[in-house]
């Protein structure tokens, strides 16, 4: 049929002309298309989304602001730890949103032995009878690729013996008691957790009960996993066999959602650290099983991995709801390396490896305001998504991580190297301070504004920074030992501006705030290690006497505070004396808090700078000496 077009007249015969069925139709396919779109912005369209996108779609960015997630953590102070400055892994008792977008598709340099060699290994560890190393038998588990990792071969790569002569044993007896003392801690806080949480993700100290959380995609037991190494190293070792036992049964196959940088630095760094330490199989099967959960985080446009994943089959994996445009968090993705290098190592797949170097080169390669990075990275597009910078929450340790990927490296790894003074030198730059009361502090960066805030999570920096100061320019050592010791000073100052001797969650230098917090918000203490932590390494750095002198005074405030009947406890208020416990025992005052305390009152011999590195999480990592490991290897094979 022919429709013979008359002036001004609607070919449908529908009495319209034509430029009124133009606007018709206009009309119509913007309908279409807001129907349509509102499928990706309403905030509940998850599940048309799953209807509507198959996986291997890219969905729209997430929605969910920095600022939300600032006030959402804010009503649950000191109760979850996941979180850098109260807004990393911001689930918060499960109020956090998560955002749930499908993913979208997912030197050899000669060792030198210069202080002891492998062959003094075997007598230093007859005086430790404790210390049951356990012999690795088979080489290559279900699933597992021959990695031609040799544990016989590794220990020979080590320069020192992992324990020491004698444990790490200090020779005065002030000292000593002291380092008994944070054991006796350890055994109280761990026998707690044994009587009341056996099996849960961490203690509830006044209630005497477990607690889960949802941070671990479903995983159990983060305190045993946690505790691991540092049983181990103490000397526990009844205790470290009831947590290894545990372990054998260690279900991964949970289906929940879990943060990867969390699952990563306690469950891939405990199982790690007690592998090395131990040699036991089962610690080495765990790890690379769990890590390849981890990997269908990275399957994204850029390869920056998403911050949650579900641990089960799908794989699938989502951006935080609280970050800002379903950006990744540098913190996060930033805070793989060490491990991932190690899965590698153990399983002999090279794709931790590539994952972790592609974070990489895609950092050095984008542009950076004024040579900082930026907390927030979009995984789709590889941008920054905003301007906020910090060595405290959400960034620090993507900087830790530079400079132990060196350092871990055996110091081969040059482009970690430049990355870490690069970044060292805008950070000096732009965010160091000094306080009219003489404080140096680290302050952050919002988009060229400074605001004049320390998380107690950037105190770590002056362990960092200390131990940074070798490997940079010469002329630059000394300054940075300054400034490490420096920014330690602060920090402790920020304890002992307080009723308890804790230090607060942040504190201030502007309204005539000097390092103390202003906001109620931000008086709470967790337990967290960072203080401690920048005392273990500064002690071991220049070992003057006030850090150790330092350090006994948390483990006092610790006793007196934290400590009540069943196990120890975050507090709500630093400057309250009569305080009020948060009913927390947290996985990392197991791991790290305790360690870095027991290894401030030992020699330097235990767990030796020279051969370990501590991921985040503080579980002892060793430095991967390849030229060492291929020359025994070779020797191995011509004998062979
Ligand atoms: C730990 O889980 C790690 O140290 C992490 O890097 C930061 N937060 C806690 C301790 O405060």
Redesign the pocket.
Known sequence: MVFRKLPGVSASGMGLRLSQKFVFLLFLSGLVTLCFGALFFLPDSVRLKRIFLSKNENPAVTVGSESDARELSKKVPGDQ?H??ASL?GAEANGKLKVSRKPSVTHGARTVERSVRTQDDWTPARAHEPAAREERVTSPAHHGQQNSGFNYETFKKCLLKAPLGTERGKPSDPQTLQRREKVKEMMKFAWDNYKSYAWGKNELRPLTKNGHIGNMFGGLRGASIVDSLDTLYIMGLMDEYEEAKEWVQNLDLNSNGEASVF?VN??YVGGLLSAFYLTGAEIFKQKVVELGEKLLPAFNTPTGIPRGVINLGSSGTSWSWGWASAGSSIL?EFG?LHLEFLHLSELSGNPTFTEKVSNIRKLLNKIEKPHGLYPNFLSPVSGNWVQHHVSIGGLG??FY?YLIKSYLMSDKTDEEAKKMYYSAMEAIETNLVQKSPGGLTYVAEWRGGILDHKMG??AC?SGGMIGIGADDGPQEKKQHYLDLAAEITHTCHESYSRTATKLGPEAFRFDAGAEATATRLSDRYY?L???VI?SYMYMWRLTHDPKYREWGWEAVEALEKHCRVDAGFSGIRDVYASTVSHDNMQ???FL??TLKYLYLLFSDDDLLPFEDWVFN???HPLPVIRKSCQLEHNTRQTSLE
């Open positions: 730890e979180q850098r990393k969390e630095i306690r913190a805070t620090d340790s830790e107690h999570l770590f967790i967290r290690p960072e932590e947290q996985s990392f791991s790290e985040t999480e503080a």
